[in-house]
């Protein structure tokens, strides 16, 4: 998952900073008592564990990797997490540190991470707050490069954003899938813009360039 038009800035620099701090938290707290630690973990990597708090609903919010697979952004996994965290309200941090960059933050060396769960930002509260003030500045910011670009309602239908009435009328086609808006909204699980999109009459029959209709990538999620 690419992230559009961003580059290190002070909440990337912030995310390290707290992942770093959280870790070095965490693996003290392992070694001072690893029974206790255990049940009060600070930070949980990857999809499996990421995706397992998240329906817990134990996460603060969930730090995700630039250029993750393609087969990781369509697996189940990660399109029933993203609607669960979605669905909690946890806020999603979107960084341009790639898979491997965060693995290297969690001292995973070898591991690509595409997403961090951070459960407890004790002794970070700080930091944890500008990020969060920072990431809705980023993707206010990104929202209205992707207006000016004409490419502002495919990033919608795939991130979540939240856009206005009238640009949901723009009847488009991905070039590279041939997907339209109401086809992307389903494959990655985003029910309200499905509804929206319906509302405003796009065709429910229309197929992409694999063969497969809104109700196809629907009944892949489980709805």
Same mark, same amino acid.
């Given at each position: 998952?690419?992230?559009?038009? =961003? ?47 998240? !329906? ?73 707050? =500008? ?14 490069? =992707? ?21 949901? !009328? ?47 990538? !629907? ?5």
């Amino acid at each position: 998952m690419e992230v559009p038009h =961003l580059k290190t800035s002070t909440i990337d620099e912030k995310i390290e900073e707290v992942i770093r701090k959280l870790v070095f938290f965490q693996r003290r707290a392992f070694k001072l008592n690893p029974h206790s630690a255990k049940k009060k973990r600070r930070v949980v990597c990857g999809l499996k564990e990421c995706f397992k708090y998240a !329906d817990l609903g134990k996460l603060k919010g969930m730090v995700v990797a630039s250029d993750i697979d393609d087969e990781v952004l369509s697996s189940h996994e990660f399109i029933m997490m993203m609607r669960i965290v979605k669905n909690a309200d946890v806020p999603i941090i979107r960084t341009v540190y790639r898979p491997n960059q965060l693995g290297s933050m969690t001292a995973c060396f070898a591991v690509k991470v595409a997403c961090i769960g951070l459960i407890s930002v004790e002794g970070c509260h700080e930091s944890f707050q =500008l990020i969060l003030n920072l990431n809705s500045e980023r993707e206010r910011s990104s929202v209205m490069e =992707l207006y000016a670009d004409k490419k502002l309602l495919l990033h919608a239908c795939k991130y979540g954003f939240v856009l206005p009435n009238d640009v949901y !009328d723009q009847k488009i086609i991905d070039p590279q899938t041939g997907m339209d808006p109401l086809i992307i909204a389903s494959k990655y699980g985003h029910l309200n813009l499905v509804e929206t999109f319906i509302s405003k009459g796009f065709d429910k029959s229309t197929v992409d360039f694999s063969l497969n209709t809104a109700l196809h990538y !629907d009944c892949q999620n489980g709805d």
